[in-house]
C-alpha cells in the first residue's frame, strides 16, 4: 500500500521586503545577501497574523468537505507557538471545520518538528488506511532588527495531507536518522530570539546531512544516481547548497550538474520567503515540483535538520500525473502579489507587538484567519 502526500499547499504573509533595500539600510554589500547568503527577498508579518493564520490559510486552499470529514489527525510542526500549553493544531482544526473526533496537537524539535509530523502521519494512515492526517508545517523566523541573523529571517506554513494512494509522492519507507546533542541554535523560555552560535550551526547542519548520507548509502544501498533531486532544510538558500556540494567528490562532474540544476529549481521558492524553519525543506519540496520536469516513479531524496540537533534523510517517489495535483499557478500569484515594504514600514510591522495585558482590543486586518480580537489573552480568528 502506498502512503504519501496527497496535497500540499504554502501559504505566506502579503508582505515581503527586498533585500537590496536592507543590504542598503544595512551598509552592507547586497551581494552578501543575493549571493553570500541566496536570498532575494523577505517575508515580513503582520502582529494580526501568527502560525494559526498561516497554517489555516494553507490548509484552506487544498481540503475539500471530503477531506475534512476523513481527517482524523491533524499535526503542527513549529517552533513558533504562541502558548506553552494549548496548540495551534487545535484551533486551525476549529477554524476549518474538521470532523471532531480528530487528534490536534504540536511538534517540536527545532526545524525537525515538520519532518516528525510528518512521518507520525505516515505511520497512523498504515494503521488506519481509510483515513486522512492533515500536516502543517508553520513557522515565524524572527531574529531581530539589526542582528547578524536579520537577513536570514522569513515566515510562511505548508500543508500536506497524508492519504494512501496518494496523488503526488509515496514514502519508500527508508529514513535513517541522527541525533546529537549541541548547542547551534536554541531559544530558552523568555527569550524573544533564539542564541545562536553561527559557525557551529553551519558545521553541525553539514556534518549531520553527510552522516545521515552516508549512513543512507550503507544501509539503503544507494548513491545518488538513484535520486532525481535532492531536497534541502533551507535557513537560508545557501546552507543547502553546501551540504549538497559536500558530497560532489564522490560524484562525476556529469552527476553534479545535474544535481545542482534540480537543486536551483528547489530553491526558487525560498529565495522570494526567507526561512520557514519547520516548513523550509517542504517549500523547497513545492519549489522542486513546480517548476521541475520531473517524471512519475523517480525518487526525490529529502534532508531534514533541526538545530540541537536531529536530522533525517528518506525519500518519497513521484506518482503517475502528478502535476495535476499541484497548484503551481496559485502559488506563483501568491508570491508575485505581495506588496513590497520600505524599510521604515518593515521596522515598524517587526516592532509591532500584540497587547499581553488581559484587556480587550480589536483589529481591523481582514485577512483569512487573521487575529481580529485579543481579550483575557485569548486571540480571536477571521474564519
Known amino acids: 500500500m502506498n502512503i504519501g502526500i496527497d496535497k500540499i499547499s504554502f501559504h505566506v504573509p502579503n508582505y515581503y521586503l527586498d533585500m537590496t533595500d536592507l543590504a542598503n539600510a544595512r551598509e552592507t554589500d547586497p551581494n552578501k545577501f543575493h549571493i553570500g547568503l541566496g536570498q532575494d527577498q523577505m517575508a515580513i508579518i503582520p502582529a494580526t497574523q501568527d502560525i494559526v493564520t498561516l497554517g489555516a490559510c494553507a490548509a484552506a486552499k487544498i481540503l475539500t468537505t471530503e477531506d475534512k470529514q476523513a481527517i482524523d489527525m491533524v499535526i503542527v510542526g513549529t517552533e513558533s507557538s504562541t502558548d506553552f500549553s494549548k496548540s495551534a493544531a487545535v484551533i486551525i482544526h476549529r477554524l476549518l471545520d474538521i470532523q471532531p473526533f480528530a487528534r490536534s496537537f504540536e511538534v517540536k524539535q527545532a526545524c525537525y518538528g515538520g519532518t516528525a509530523a510528518l512521518q507520525q502521519a505516515h505511520d497512523y494512515v498504515a494503521l488506519h488506511p481509510e483515513r486522512k492526517v492533515l500536516v502543517i508545517a508553520a513557522d515565524i523566523a524572527k531574529y531581530g532588527l539589526n542582528s547578524g541573523g536579520e537577513p536570514t529571517q522569513g515566515c510562511g506554513a505548508v500543508a500536506m495531507l497524508v492519504t494512501k494512494d496518494p496523488h503526488i509522492l509515496a514514502f519508500n519507507n527508508d529514513s535513517v536518522f541522527y541525533s546529537e546533542d549541541v548547542y547551534d541554535f536554541w531559544r530558552p523560555a523568555g527569550h524573544d530570539y533564539p ?93 522542486l515540483l513546480d517548476n521541475s520536469d520531473l517524471a512519475a516513479g523517480e525518487k526525490i531524496g529529502l534532508f531534514s535538520y533541526g538545530s540541537g540537533a536531529v536530522s533525517e534523510f528518506f525519500s518519497m517517489t513521484l506518482m503517475e500525473d502528478y502535476k495535476k495535483s499541484l497548484t503551481v499557478e496559485a502559488n506563483y500569484a501568491l508570491l508575485a502579489d505581495r506588496q513590497a515594504l520600505s524599510i521604515a514600514e518593515y521596522e515598524k510591522m517587526f516592532s509591532e507587538k500584540l497587547p499581553t495585558d488581559g484587556g480587550t482590543y480589536s483589529f481591523s486586518d481582514s485577512s483569512d484567519f487573521a487575529i481580529n480580537k485579543i481579550s483575557e489573552d485569548i486571540r480571536y480568528y477571521n474564519k
Open 195 to 287: 542564541l545562536v552560535d553561527g559557525h557551529m550551526s553551519n558545521q553541525i547542519y553539514i556534518d549531520s546531512f553527510t552522516r545521515v548520507w552516508e549512513q543512507n548509502k550503507k544501509v539503503n544501498q544507494t548513491d545518488s544516481t538513484d535520486y532525481a533531486a535532492l531536497t534541502f532544510h533551507l535557513p537560508y538558500t545557501k546552507m543547502g547548497r553546501k551540504a549538497l556540494r559536500a558530497i560532489y567528490p564522490e560524484m562525476s562532474e556529469a552527476e553534479q550538474q545535474r544535481l545542482e540544476a534540480r537543486y536551483d529549481e528547489a530553491i526558487s521558492y525560498s529565495r522570494q520567503v526567507g526561512n520557514l524553519y519547520t516548513g523550509s525543506l517542504y517549500l523547497g519540496l513545492a519549489s
